[in-house]
């Protein structure tokens, strides 16, 4: 391996779609300089692992994968980045067969990395300071579907008791709008039909360029040729109920689809995560969703055991969530990071690790039941879908509108293409899915 024009990669994503956005940037570059991505059962030359730091689980997990693809691929060049590389390089660069560490920022220029490595083949570590660094590295890429994740934000300035993502990310800043908005174009030229907005915190967006986000969303709105946008996540307090209505009653291509992180459903715990908002303010927020949009999907982050989440507090938190009219539940047991401020907080309990799984479990069965009654609701209605790959046996899958996965009978030349659909029932074989029918 001397020569990166004809070496083959393979990409390893860990963690959440801004991730992904990046990682196929990270692949795209890579392949305009001849590094193509390896076909399926191809060995690799160069392993790229981008890496998550949210959990203790996705540190582990992120070693687990690292060690295996060094096992596999004895011979390949072993990069590590994201997060967990921000965070802890030394420890990453300790494994053995590693080759390349670099950290958040330094991302999108590991052809730069990879090219040194081949010219000297020693080990490269760098990890820039991102609590200094205020550019923003734009990212547009294609998912595996048909959805294209546009990064319109990076880094946070909340700094929750709890996290470590601005230490890992760096400080909010985003893009300008008028150059995501030539990024959505070029998306529509290019045949796509959706696009997620993705981010860290993308509420926050305007802070580098004294723009705002309910700004942006109108001028993305007006971009012809994209029928749909979703935003990925956004935290309560971010979403005002301009926004709400403007996506109720004013936009034309913002989908009724929200993620709105909670983490806990206790005013003490809230306080002490420094999180922004209080139930009451959460309540009110979903209330106003569900009013101007009954039919909205609402996705929920939330968080088992955090420190301070006494047996009374947990049953306050699991109560709260039981009465939201909300649909989904992604649910997490607390885990301690190192640095963070959480550790420090002064005579809030710890729980333990059975305690946290327990409410996880609890949790779950919840959000199971909520998504079920959701898809319930929506079945006999028609909705549309918008049609990605093509599935086995003459069907295509695809989401409605308001995020529900559908798979029906459809011959191929429908992907990426909307149809109305009515929803029939629950698929038999897989919990998420409902069937239907194009009409
Ligand atoms: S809002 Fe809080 S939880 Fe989310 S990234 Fe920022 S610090 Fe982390």
New binding site residues.
């Given amino acids: 391996m001397t020569n990166r024009s004809s070496l083959k990669a393979e990409y390893h994503t860990l963690g959440c779609k801004l991730n992904f956005a990046e990682a196929s940037t990270v692949g795209a570059m890579l392949a305009e300089r001849g590094v193509q991505r390896c076909a399926e059962g191809e060995t690799p030359d160069v392993c790229v692992v981008n890496t998550c730091s949210v959990t203790e689980t996705a540190d582990k997990k992120g070693r687990q994968l690292i060690k295996r693809l060094v096992r596999q691929y004895p011979e390949a060049c072993i990069i590590v980045t994201g997060c967990y590389a921000q965070l802890k390089s030394t420890e990453i660069a300790a494994i053995p067969g590693v080759d390349i560490v670099v950290g958040a920022n330094e991302k999108l220029r590991i052809a730069t990395y990879l090219d040194s490595w081949l010219k000297q083949r020693q080990p490269i570590l760098s990890i820039g300071d991102v609590s200094r660094d205020s550019r923003f590295e734009p990212s547009c890429e294609r998912g595996d579907r048909t959805r294209y994740f546009l990064k319109i934000q990076d880094g946070?300035d909340?700094?929750?008791t709890y996290?470590t993502?601005?230490y890992a990310r760096g400080r909010s800043r985003n893009g300008a709008i008028a150059d995501l908005v030539r990024q959505a174009r070029d998306v529509a030229d290019a045949g796509g039909r959706e696009i997620v907005l993705t981010g860290?915190?993308i509420g926050d967006f305007g802070r580098s360029t004294s723009e705002s986000f309910f700004d942006l969303l109108r001028r993305l709105d007006e971009v012809e040729g994209i029928s749909r946008y979703r935003i990925s996540s956004i935290?309560p307090n971010l979403l005002t109920p301009q926004i709400i209505e403007w996506v109720a009653r004013g936009s034309r291509a913002f989908m009724p689809h929200f993620h709105i992180p909670l983490q806990s459903g206790s005013d003490a715990v809230l306080r002490l995560m420094n999180r922004r908002y209080d139930t009451a303010l959460y309540a009110d927020r979903v209330a106003t969703v569900r009013e101007l949009l009954p039919d909205a999907f609402i996705g929920v982050d939330i968080m088992t055991g955090a420190r301070g989440e006494t047996p009374r507090e947990w049953e306050k938190s699991y109560r709260f969530v039981e009465s939201l009219p909300v649909t989904r539940l992604h649910v997490f047991p607390y885990s301690e990071r190192p640095g963070t401020a959480a550790l420090r907080l002064p005579g809030a309990v710890t729980v333990s690790r059975e305690e946290k799984h327990r409410r996880v479990a609890q949790l779950s069965e919840l959000s199971g039941r909520k998504l079920r009654d959701f898809m319930q609701r929506n079945t006999g209605r028609v909705r549309p879908v918008l049609w990605e790959h093509r599935h086995t046996s003459g069907t295509l899958q695809g989401l409605t509108d308001n995020y529900l996965r559908v798979s029906a009978t459809a011959t191929a030349d429908l992907a990426n293409t909307i149809s109305q659909v009515r929803l029939e029932a629950l698929d038999p074989d897989n919990p998420e899915m409902l069937t239907g029918t194009i009409i």
Avoid: A, D, T
């Fill in positions: 946070c909340y700094f929750c996290c993502i601005p860290v915190n935290e």
